[in-house]
């Protein structure tokens, strides 16, 4: 069964910075062939993709984490980090890590809480 387990997530302060990782089940077998990507979840909205990364390393963000936030993988150990730098309150979400193409079920998520 695949499993996405996300943690790292936590209450800091406007500014301050956290890492968040990503573990994907060793039953994807393809992991190193596939892009993956950090959502987020705020309150009252909808999900939203903040970062992604191509199978090759490539990465794109979403314009309100752009300069503060950087994604990377680590293919032998089917793990995906997010570095967050500069958090602000509006940062304030549950984040998951997923698929981009291919998706699996959602894992629990992690909350990220940023004071101000």
């Known amino acids: 069964q695949v499993q996405l387990v996300e943690s790292g997530g936590g209450l800091v302060q406007a500014g301050g910075s956290l890492r968040l990782s990503c573990a994907a089940s060793?039953?994807?077998?393809?992991?190193?062939?596939?892009?993956w990507g950090w959502y987020r979840q705020a309150p009252g909205k909808q999900r939203e993709l903040v970062a992604e990364?191509?199978?090759?390393?490539?990465?794109t963000y979403a314009d309100s984490v752009k300069g503060r936030f950087t994604i990377s993988r680590e293919n032998a150990k089917n793990m995906v980090y997010l570095q967050m730098n500069s958090l602000k309150p509006e940062d304030t979400a549950v984040y998951y890590c997923?698929?981009?193409?291919?998706?699996?079920?959602w894992g629990q998520g992690t909350q990220v809480t940023v004071s101000s």
């Open positions: 997923n698929g981009l193409l291919l998706t699996y079920t």
């Open positions: 060793r039953s994807i077998i393809n992991f190193n062939a596939m892009g």
């Open positions: 990364i191509s199978w090759g390393g490539s990465t």
